[in-house]
């Protein structure tokens, strides 16, 4: 095999391993990749080092074998040496994993966009297949809408239609809503499942009114016959998408087709939304979740470090259950710095490293019955924005300002969302706060940071440690 050759062969084996396994390991453990040799029945390649090639051959070989082998069926058996060599620019044989990581995820956001603009839905690729049922942890609180899901899943079209999903972030109404697409897919497979959130559907429909192609967008809505919108909540205050959403509704609805929502709130709370939409979640079949126990929440760190291949000793799991929050995003972000710290620093889970980890992170206090208290108690929103804007390093004045930059609006964001979430002021004295904002405007801009924090994980920790300081 030529040199073209092999870098053709290196680049198809690089894509599919890119659909087989995690982004966070594939970045971890895949810098670069060269091949040394391809002969009769089996393929070696170059790492970079001899951390990659002892994770990659422990947790990947099979994946990458299987790869392999569909590209050359002749192949037995591949394997891995180190190359220190592999990172030097002159090395043209080396595949930057990273780069061509970015490439390929690029060009699957720019299909997915061209397809969403087609009159005809191929298949939508959101559904994340990972979803389904069996790995769902059931506690109390969201039986009602597991079994709700499951009966949609089992007989869509005439159980639960429409359904209405409601409950805080990070509870589970998106595996669940994914999980039930995915059943339905498996049974029904020449139906057309839609499942996408409210950004993406207010996006499709500004497309669609500046091309001025909305009968098209109605016609795309007409073929299919399920859609699952996730996140309702993103389309307040913006009228005329939710004037287009009423109409669709209604088409699918008198067609008998089958429509799934969620919702962080009960409809009953839904203020922002047009008096009609809101009416008319109303008589819909409405279940709630609410936040896992200590027991659940145990449940779901063991569920998932079994998923990871990744045995925690049962007294951590327990100190970590009691220890963290009350979302199932927070159990899986504490889970990924564990296996972290023990992969790259070979530390092991005991319940000391554990709660210095947890301490570092600004989610405990509570260090093996070191009952440390805070460093102060909030006492005013003055003290919680200075402290805010020293955290971010900008001025008072920024922050309550009307200066839209990202660096002051962020902080503006962090500080609206901790007055109300966790000093418990109402909506419109934190308008008066900010420049005499009304409540409609500090309520979104509190809803725009869940939405932020539910994919940015720094942030997430940078409230922690906020919290941490200021004692709430």
């Keep these: 095999m030529d040199k073209t050759s092999e870098i053709l062969f290196l680049k198809n084996v690089i894509k599919e391993l890119v659909e087989k396994i995690r982004k966070t390991d594939f970045l971890t453990y895949f810098k670069k990749l060269s091949i040394v040799s391809i002969d009769e029945n089996t393929v070696v390649f170059w790492v970079i080092s001899s951390f990659a090639k002892d994770n990659i051959s422990h947790?990947?070989?099979?994946?990458?074998?299987?790869?392999?082998?569909?590209?050359?069926?002749?192949?037995?058996?591949?394997?891995?040496?180190?190359?220190?060599?592999?990172?030097?620019?002159?090395?043209?044989?080396?595949?930057?994993?990273?780069?061509?990581?970015?490439?390929?995820?690029?060009?699957?956001?720019?299909?997915?966009?061209?397809?969403?603009?087609?009159?005809?839905?191929?298949?939508?690729?959101?559904i994340n297949e990972?979803?389904?049922f069996e790995n769902f942890i059931v506690w109390p609180s969201n039986q009602l809408p597991f079994s709700a899901c499951e009966a949609v899943s089992r007989k869509p079209w005439s159980a639960y239609n429409p359904l209405f999903i409601y409950g805080n972030v990070w509870l589970g109404k998106t595996h669940l809503l994914q999980a039930t697409g995915n059943a339905i897919k498996s049974k029904f497979k020449d139906k057309k499942v839609i499942y996408t959130t409210a950004d993406r559907f207010a996006n499709d429909y500004i497309t669609n009114v500046k091309k001025r192609t909305i009968e098209k967008m109605k016609e795309k809505y007409r073929s299919i016959d399920v859609l699952v919108i996730d996140d309702v909540q993103f389309l307040s205050w913006k009228e005329q998408t939710q004037q287009e959403l009423y109409n669709i509704f209604n088409i699918l609805y008198e067609s008998n087709k089958q429509i799934i929502l969620s919702w962080d709130r009960a409809p009953r709370e839904l203020t922002e939304l047009e008096p009609r939409l809101k009416s008319r979640f109303e008589w819909w079949i409405i279940v709630d979740i609410s936040e896992p126990d200590f027991e659940t929440r145990l449940a779901i760190l063991q569920e998932k470090s079994r998923a990871r291949e990744f045995i925690i000793?049962?007294?951590?799991?327990?100190?970590?259950?009691?220890?963290?929050?009350?979302?199932?995003?927070?159990?899986?972000?504490?889970l990924n710095q564990i296996i972290a710290e023990y992969e790259l620093h070979n530390t092991p889970p005991t319940i000391e490293n554990v709660a210095a980890r947890l301490n570092k992170l600004a989610i405990t206090d509570k260090l093996l019955g070191n009952n440390k208290t805070k460093k102060m108690s909030i006492k005013s929103y003055d003290e919680l924005i200075d402290v805010v804007s020293e955290h971010f390093a900008i001025t008072k004045k920024d922050i309550l300002s009307e200066d839209r930059r990202k660096e002051n609006q962020i902080p503006r964001q962090v500080a609206m969302y901790l007055l109300k979430n966790y000093l418990n002021y109402t909506l419109e004295r934190i308008g008066n706060i900010f420049s005499w904002r009304n409540h409609s405007a500090v309520l979104y801009s509190c809803k725009k940071l869940e939405q932020i924090l539910k994919k940015d994980q720094k942030l997430f920790y940078e409230i922690n440690v906020l919290r941490d300081k200021l004692g709430i």
């Excluded at 190359?83 to 061509?100: A, F, M, V």
């Excluded at 995820?105 to 969403?116: A, L, R, Y």
């Design 59 to 126: 947790k990947f070989y099979s994946e990458i074998k299987q790869i392999v082998v569909a590209i050359i069926p002749e192949i037995k058996a591949i394997d891995f040496i180190v190359d220190s060599n592999i990172d030097n620019p002159s090395n043209h044989k080396s595949i930057d994993c990273l780069k061509e990581y970015k490439e390929l995820t690029n060009k699957k956001k720019k299909e997915e966009i061209e397809d969403s603009n087609n009159v005809e839905w191929s298949e939508i690729k959101t």
């Design 130 to 132: 990972k979803y389904k």
């Design 313 to 334: 000793p049962q007294e951590v799991a327990e100190f970590i259950a009691y220890n963290s929050g009350s979302n199932v995003r927070e159990l899986e972000w504490i």
